[in-house]
């Protein structure tokens, strides 16, 4: 075995298990993250001197994340751990980032790579949803777990997902005041979800003991909730919703109500963070159940370009645990490819135990579904791209003056994933406005290219990549083209 060492993006649950893998078989992988402390988002870390308990971090994940922790503590000198590091681009033999802090860049050699690059909250907007005191529901619990601070005094929730009530449970705790859930799902979609979620018993339990939690502590746990918009101009003040179900044939809707509140946090479930694995050039299929366009991946996680693989949320949404079982299958999948024997009884478990979940968020999404009417009746006023300032009006009519069916499209014609957050923000709820102005199917109007920077990087970076690319004839030329794409980045944001 030789050649390059493996690089990890990603140093969540997956990427932790994966570079476990690399290393117990005799590697040196490269793990590039841009967090400053590893873990990921479910077991991020707070800054060095904070002194909260795990127990008070992770509540019922407490153990895991010890466990990710200490797996990872182990790995120390045994691994090329570099925090603080964006990939910011991808490109055939070559991975471009940059150090957060020092904003220095370099370009990194690649023979293979395991993307694990996780999640971000699904945003679906609502009118007022841009006002200061808004925040997705990631936003909110980053600030808790990172930061040990809540985003208001009196937080209403809204959305859709498990997240919303984990949060909802995770700020009473913390102390503030949660005045109301409002969940576009029912309970009878949770009701018809039992069976496929049967399967995991424990993390059935779990969710029932947050919502029992939440019940028990007076906590409003509303269903059917639209929210119809958040008041307020310099901070949110209040938001407005109603109640809104089918019955048989009709749309029943309940009266308007206003709750008094500082902060929101909403997210309409989860969207993997793919860009990475486009810009790499996998190929990419429309996931019904997700409703998103996916990096395909077999099994074991081997995508289909030779050298790259996929773990974690980032090719699809599973969850945590899941996402440790596809870190080591995949580092497994790569270690098989180079040609060092692995544990193939251990490889086929794991791919059982995927299987297994994979059932389970199957039911999730039963449980939480998708709020299907939410481009139907969204209003012509609403931004879409906060970005690029883009209202829903503005999309409906570039599809109807410039019969546009596909998403590059839309974008070429309107901007609309242009800005700082390049779609990663705006792409989910712009696929369904065109979906629905142009009565193409959601799986037919595509997917929002891939395009580097896959985040915002600062001007700054440019003489580093220029002194990075004149100092090494082997990365000079692609180096070149990175720069260019920084320069594009760094003008948009001026
Ligand atoms: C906002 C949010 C909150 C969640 N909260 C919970 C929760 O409380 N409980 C729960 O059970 N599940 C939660 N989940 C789901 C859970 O986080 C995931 O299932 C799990 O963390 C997936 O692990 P992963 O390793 O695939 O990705 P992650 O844990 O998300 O790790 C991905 C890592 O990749 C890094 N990364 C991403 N892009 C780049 C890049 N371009 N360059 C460098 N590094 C990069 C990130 O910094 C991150 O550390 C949450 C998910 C989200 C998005």
């Known amino acids: 075995m030789s050649g390059l060492p493996p690089i990890i993006v990603g140093a969540g649950p997956a990427g932790v ?6 290393v117990a078989h005799g590697l ?74 020092t904003q220095a860049a370099d370009s990194i050699a690649w023979q293979d790579v395991i993307v694990a690059t996780g999640a971000t909250d699904r945003v ?25 601070c809540a985003i208001g005094r009196k937080v209403v929730l809204a959305g859709t997902g498990p997240l919303l009530y984990l949060v909802a449970y995770q700020y009473v705790k913390a102390g503030a005041e949660v005045m109301a859930v409002l969940d576009s799902s029912s309970l009878s979609d949770r009701i018809a979800a039992l069976p496929d979620m049967l399967g995991q018993p424990l993390l059935l339990l779990k969710g029932m003991y947050y919502l029992a ?30 109640r809104e179900s089918m019955t048989a044939d009709a749309l029943a809707v309940g009266p308007e109500r206003s709750i008094d509140c500082d902060a929101v946090g909403f997210g309409y479930a989860l969207r993997s963070e793919t860009q990475l694995a486009d810009l790499l050039g996998c190929r990419f299929r429309f996931d019904a159940v997700q409703r998103a366009h996916l990096p395909e991946r077999d099994d074991a996680g081997r995508s289909s370009v030779p050298g790259v693989y996929l773990a974690g949320d980032g090719a699809g949404i599973m969850g945590a645990d899941a996402a440790e079982l596809a870190g080591e299958r ?24 995927l299987a297994r979940i994979a059932v389970f968020r199957k039911g999730l999404e039963r449980a939480f579904p998708f709020p299907h009417k939410w481009a139907q009746l969204a209003d012509d006023k609403l931004i879409v791209c906060r970005c690029e300032h883009i209202s829903v ?4 009519q570039a599809v109807r003056d410039g019969n546009v069916q596909e998403m590059n499209r839309l974008k070429a014609l309107t901007r609309v994933g242009m ?72 003008g948009e944001d001026e």
């Open 330 to 353: 995949a580092a497994l999948a790569l270690l098989h490819d180079r040609g060092v024997r692995v544990d193939a009884a251990r490889a086929d478990l794991l791919e059982r135990r």
């Open 124 to 148: 679906l907007p609502f009118p007022g949803w841009t006002v200061p005191g808004v925040y997705t529901l990631g936003g909110a619990q980053v600030a808790l777990k990172f930061q040990g």
């Open 419 to 490: 800005g700082r957050c390049q779609g990663r923000m705006c792409g989910a709820a712009a696929g369904e406005i065109l979906a629905q102005a142009s009565a193409v199917p959601l799986a037919q109007v595509g997917r929002l290219r891939g395009q580097a920077p896959v985040k915002p990087v600062p001007i700054g970076m440019r003489m580093s990549a220029l002194s990075s690319a004149s100092s090494s004839a082997s990365v000079s030329a692609s180096a070149g083209s990175s720069v260019f794409s920084v320069a594009l980045a760094a």
């Open 213 to 242: 939690w939440l019940h028990a502590h007076r906590i409003p746990l509303e269903s059917h909730a639209r929210v119809l918009r958040v008041e307020g101009d310099a901070h949110v003040r209040a938001v407005v919703w109603r």
């Open 17 to 22: 298990r994966a570079a476990q893998t690399l």
């Open 28 to 101: 040196r992988p490269v793990l590039l993250d841009e967090a400053p402390r590893a873990g990921g988002q479910i077991y991020r870390q707070p800054p060095p001197g904070f002194r909260r308990s795990k127990k008070t971090l992770y509540g019922f994940e407490a153990g895991r994340a010890d466990a990710i922790h200490r797996v990872f503590g182990a790995l120390a000198g045994k691994l090329d751990y570099r925090p603080e590091t964006l990939v910011w681009n991808a490109q055939p033999g070559l991975l471009d980032v940059m150090h957060t802090g």
């Open 393 to 396: 009006g503005e999309l409906r």
